[in-house]
Structure formats: structure tokens, C-alpha cells
Nanobody
Framework: VQLQASGGGSVQAGGSLRLSCAAS????????MAWFRQAPGKEREVVAR????????YYAGSVKGRFTISRDNAKNTAYLQMNSLKPEDTAVYYC???????????????WGQGTLVTVSS
């Protein structure tokens, strides 16, 4: 199983980025997908997750209204559209796959390698 995250980069505050997570080696349409992030010196936290069908989503309060998670099961890819970025969004972003609709790190079976997002003020 591989999850390949991409799309990170450096932007100014107020800018946008779109992260992608391309999955292979698993039946993508049966897995919950999530994006987590980890800032320097902080614990990894869930940013957003989406049900296997795409019909259900969850967002952390800090990103609600600014970030949108989506998936294309035909392309085995999940996305995170990030708008109105803030310096506090700076972190390494990880995509992850789980059989369970959960925010717990331990529920996720597979993880991508992470992609760095840097937001400058």
C-alpha cells in the first residue's frame, strides 16, 4: 500500500494550496481518508476526514470554512483544498487511510510521507 501526498509549498497568508493524496495497493473506495498535520514541536492533529463514499466529512474547528476535503474514488485520490491560509497552518501535512470513521491516529492503517506547507505573514 502506498499513499503519495503532494501539493505542499510556500505561500503568503491569505493564499491557497491544494494537496493531493494518490493511493495504490488498497481498495480505495472502502477506506476513510483523512488529512493530519504536525507543526514543529506539536502533536499530530486531524485536520479533516471524509467517509469512504465521500458523503460525510469532518473538519477541525481551526480550519472549518477554509479547508475542503474531497475524494475521487475513480482516481484513487483524496484532496485537501486550503484557502485563506494563515501562518498557524504551517505544518507537515499527512494523508492517511482507515477502515474506521475516526479522528484517532491509531485508527489509521496507512500513512503518506507528508508534504510541507509553509505560510508566511
Amino acid at each position: 500500500v502506498q499513499l503519495q501526498a503532494s501539493g505542499g509549498g510556500s505561500v503568503q497568508a491569505g493564499g491557497s494550496l491544494r494537496l493531493s493524496c494518490a493511493a495504490s495497493g488498497l481498495t480505495f473506495s472502502t477506506y476513510v481518508m483523512a488529512w493530519f498535520r504536525q507543526a514543529p514541536g506539536k502533536e499530530r492533529e486531524v485536520v479533516a476526514r471524509i467517509s469512504s463514499s465521500g458523503g460525510g466529512t469532518y473538519y477541525a474547528g481551526s480550519v472549518k470554512g477554509r479547508f475542503t476535503i474531497s475524494r475521487d474514488n475513480a482516481k484513487n485520490t483524496a484532496y485537501l483544498q486550503m484557502n485563506s491560509l494563515k501562518p498557524e497552518d504551517t505544518a507537515v501535512y499527512y494523508c492517511a487511510a482507515s477502515r474506521i470513521y475516526s479522528a484517532a491516529l491509531g485508527a489509521y492503517d496507512y500513512w503518506g510521507q507528508g508534504t510541507l506547507v509553509t505560510v508566511s505573514s
